[in-house]
């Protein structure tokens, strides 16, 4: 600047005019080779990166690292350093220049860290360990670390006090950081349970009535779990509510491979009976039937005359009941539906009888755990069950609709006509 001045002075501008021509044809300079700088490490320098990076496509992080601007943002950093090392050009200023390029060299590290750090969340998630044991909580711990840091680093850059002074003073504010980051660290210490003990991943769904979630978890960050319900509203749960209350996790069923079918239907117990001949000849014919009803006739008889029991004597004796046999009806016909997992748990059986009837529950599994195809199997099923149940003398129970009334409360001269 000094030899500025001089070619100034030399050409006859007083000296005040001099000096002031002088540094503002420094900082024009100054101003001018920053943004050459700038433009040459952006325009040039980051094109000659992301051309490399994008002729070689073998490895995708590096494409995640132009995504998320890493390089851009450290680009910042040459027209920062150019200034630092022109700052004793002005004497007059220099403490202070010196002050706000490493501020501003800071908050452009902080920066940097933060887009890293974001890109190897980014690259994680391509691996598929990403699903059972998700990173982006302590990615997020990592962040607010970092600008705990960068803030402590820039008052004590413009106080002009040592760190370590500010970070004693801290200790006596821990009661209100605690209390400010009550619901980071509650998250923090919820997200390091939820992984090791494999609790949910990303994809997993959970149903947790409390918090009206019941759909598939699409995010899992330090502080919430995002959960998509079947309606496509979105819940958001907080991580440390995963840890203090219960929930469902259906991910046991979808890796089975097989869907839970749990449904009864009320028999009318009046319907209840024995089978009469022209009954069981009636169930002989049918395919799933058949060779039960041969070996159940033969040991009914083998039974009656160990016992001299008249085969009319259907009290004293053994006979074949029609709930009996539409309850095997149903058991062969699960065991040969197509789409019921037979690997799994097959079974009809007879719940404890009540106000409404005698209950037969259906308990099988679906091999298509898609829902849209579980209801559909379990819709086909009932509605062979619901059909098939008069050709044994069976009545479905139900209770009286307002058309039964009305056909009580007509008059005979109505019944008539």
Request: glycine fraction near 6%; aromatic fraction near 10%; include cysteine.
């Amino acid at each position: 600047m000094e030899f500025i001045q001089q070619q100034l002075l030399s050409l006859g501008a007083g000296q005040t005019a001099a000096s002031f021509l002088a540094r503002m044809i420094m900082l024009l300079g100054i101003a001018a080779i920053c943004i050459l700088a700038h433009y040459i490490t952006r325009r040039v320098v980051l094109k000659l990166i992301a051309k490399s990076i994008y002729s070689n496509n073998k490895y995708q992080w590096d494409n995640i690292m132009l995504e998320r601007k890493v390089f851009h943002k450290l680009s910042h950093l040459v027209p920062a350093i150019i200034i630092y090392y022109s700052a004793p050009a002005f004497p007059d200023y220099q403490e202070l220049i010196i002050k706000a390029v490493i501020t501003y060299i800071i908050i452009v590290v902080l920066l940097v860290v933060d887009a890293l750090l974001s890109a190897v969340n980014d690259i994680y998630r391509t691996f598929e360990v990403s699903k059972s044991k998700p990173i982006r909580g302590y990615i997020q711990v990592i962040k607010i670390f970092a600008f705990a840091v960068g803030a402590i680093l820039v008052i004590a850059n413009l106080i002009e006090k040592s760190p370590l002074l500010l970070l004693s003073g801290i200790g006596a504010l821990s009661a209100v950081i605690m209390l400010v980051f009550r619901d980071s660290l509650l998250g923090l210490v919820a997200g390091v349970q939820l992984a090791s003990n494999d609790m949910v991943r990303v994809g997993d769904w959970i149903e947790m009535p409390k918090y009206g979630a019941d759909g598939d978890i699409i995010d899992i960050s330090l502080n919430t779990v995002k959960v998509q319900n079947w309606d496509k509203t979105i819940t958001t749960i907080p991580s440390y509510a995963l840890i203090s209350d219960s929930f469902k996790n259906w991910r046991g069923m979808q890796n089975s491979g097989g869907r839970r079918i749990k449904r009864s239907i009320c028999i009318d117990t009046g319907s209840i009976g024995f089978c009469t001949e022209e009954m069981i000849r009636k169930f002989s014919s049918i395919h799933y039937l058949s060779e039960y009803i041969q070996s159940k006739r033969t040991e009914i008889e083998h039974f009656n005359r160990a016992k001299q029991i008249s085969s009319s004597d259907k009290i004293n004796g053994r006979a074949l009941t029609n709930i009996g046999v539409f309850r095997i009806y149903i058991q062969q016909y699960l065991c040969h539906h197509p789409q019921i997992h037979r690997d799994m748990s097959i079974m009809v059986r007879q719940l404890a009888p009540g106000e409404t009837g005698l209950p037969l529950e259906i308990y099988a599994f679906t091999s298509d755990i898609r829902w849209s195809e579980y209801e559909r199997v379990q819709a086909d099923i009932f509605d062979h069950i619901l059909s098939v149940a008069p050709e044994f003398g069976l009545r479905v129970f139900q209770k009286p609709s307002g058309s039964d009334m009305q056909s009580l409360l007509k008059t005979p001269a109505q019944a008539a006509l």
